[in-house]
């Protein structure tokens, strides 16, 4: 979902479900030389750029362009997707960039990694039903080791105020860092950032848009 559909209607249920599979990301993934733009997410380089490198898990990881970045700043990285195709792009990135990165294939509604494990966990713009990401979230939190960090970024709902943003109109999938926040122990967990974070980006009639981001940055304490 990073970028808009600019269909101008709602999706149908059938539709919505049919973007959660395997098969349609294979499929994507397989039908183009590069679907995403190569670069890492910008709100993780704002967040992650001056930490200490360390493991990282990288959920959703696409074609690569985060956890690549990550390995070469020095992290230890696993990528995990649930599209075959798309962990083939993250290896083959990789080696072009002569960095190693694990990958896992793995569905992540109902998929959990090992707990106070990583040093960084990374989520971008994993949109899922809210009763699917509550759960993702409160898993990807439980695997951040003490005094690691973990990163989630999305679009956030304001976006769909902006028909030129052309964002699926999925409201109940999309997040504010406030809500993800709200899932976070204050014992267990310092804020570093919740925030909906303006961003440049193209909208679907070729033209400059800002569009935000919902960034939560949290340290396990």
Known sequence: MEHGHGHG?????EEVRAMFEAPAWDERYGGAELVWSGNPNPQ????VDELTPGTALDVGAGEGA???WLARRGWTVTAVDFSKVALER???HAAEQGVEVATEQADVRTWAPPEQTYA???SQFMHQPPEVFTGLVARLAAAVAPGGHLVVVGHHPKDLESPSIGRPPVPEMLFTAEEVAAQLDPAEWEIVAADARPRQIIGVDGEPVTGHDAVLHARRR
Request: proline share 0%; hydrophobic share 65%; net charge negative.
């Open 44 to 47: 993780l380089v704002a967040e």
């Open 90 to 92: 993250v290896a083959e």
């Open 9 to 13: 209607r709602a999706m149908t249920a």
């Open 120 to 122: 960084l966990v990374n």
């Open 66 to 68: 985060d956890a690549v």
